[in-house]
């Protein structure tokens, strides 16, 4: 299972992901000061320097109580940081865990970016961690994130209905997407990386 207290590093020709750390602050102001719609389906609210700073230490202090590991995501094209990503509600018995708490600046939207960044989470979900299920939840009002989570496969579950506050502070319902272990193996593996093949990036 993951080891909170290792720096993992996940890498190919497009993007680096790495664990995020408070230095990350100084590359993420930007969308945090300029691109407020970035949260408006989050379950955290990081518009403004206060709001991400905040954001940032919840994120941290989570990976230190061994809940969530939080990474940023780097553009390897450019060098620059993209946004953030994060494992969340792992679980070691039953082998199942969460990727969420996504977003990226909107020049990175419709790039490709995502893919490669799913692709190298769900490879390193399955077979470092030995995860049989990965799950990805959504505000079901989020057509935008809804679309992406289809288009590598996931499959979906159903939705909860007002099972959590959103960023607002009102309720949301949560539609559930899941990737099992087989699948991956199986098929999604290999389609996925043939699709990433083809993207010019």
Same mark, same amino acid.
């Given at each position: 299972?993951?080891?909170?207290?290792?720096?993992?590093?996940?890498?190919?020709?497009?993007?680096?992901?790495?664990?995020?750390?408070?230095?990350?602050?100084?590359?993420?102001?930007?969308?945090?000061?300029?691109?407020?719609?970035?949260?408006?389906?989050?379950?955290?609210?990081?518009?403004?320097?206060?709001?991400?700073?905040?954001?940032?230490?919840?994120?941290?202090?989570?990976?230190?109580?061994?809940?969530?590991?939080? +990474?940023?995501? =780097? #553009?390897?094209?450019?060098?620059?940081? !993209?946004?953030?990503?994060?494992?969340?509600?792992? *679980? /070691?018995? $039953?082998?199942?865990?969460?990727?969420?708490?996504?977003?990226?600046?909107?020049?990175?939207?419709?790039?490709?970016?995502?893919?490669?960044?799913? +692709?190298?989470? =769900? #490879?390193?979900?399955?077979?470092?961690? !030995?995860?049989?299920?990965?799950?990805?939840?959504? *505000? /079901?009002? $989020?057509?935008?994130?809804?679309?992406?989570?289809?288009?590598?496969?996931?499959?979906?579950?159903?939705?909860?209905?007002?099972?959590?506050?959103?960023?607002?502070?009102?309720?949301?319902?949560?539609?559930?997407?899941?990737?099992?272990?087989?699948?991956?193996?199986?098929?999604?593996?290999?389609?996925?990386?043939?699709?990433?093949?083809?993207?010019?990036?």
């Amino acid at each position: 299972m993951l080891d909170f207290k290792k720096d993992y590093t996940l890498t190919d020709n497009a993007v680096i992901i790495r664990p995020l750390s408070l230095a990350d602050t100084s590359e993420l102001i930007k969308f945090s000061l300029s691109e407020p719609t970035l949260w408006t389906y989050s379950l955290m609210n990081a518009h403004g320097k206060d709001a991400l700073e905040q954001y940032i230490h919840h994120a941290l202090k989570q990976r230190n109580l061994e809940k969530e590991y939080p +990474f940023v995501v =780097l #553009d390897k094209t450019k060098y620059e940081v !993209a946004g953030t990503t994060r494992f969340y509600n792992l *679980d /070691a018995v $039953n082998k199942i865990g969460c990727i969420g708490y996504t977003w990226y600046g909107k020049k990175f939207h419709g790039s490709g970016l995502n893919k490669h960044c799913k +692709f190298l989470l =769900l #490879d390193f979900a399955f077979t470092t961690l !030995a995860l049989q299920r990965v799950e990805f939840r959504t *505000d /079901a009002k $989020n057509t935008q994130s809804i679309e992406a989570i289809k288009s590598i496969g996931a499959q979906q579950e159903g939705i909860l209905r007002s099972n959590a506050f959103n960023a607002q502070g009102g309720r949301r319902d949560t539609m559930v997407f899941s990737i099992l272990q087989t699948e991956w193996e199986q098929h999604l593996r290999s389609s996925l990386s043939a699709r990433l093949a083809s993207i010019k990036y």
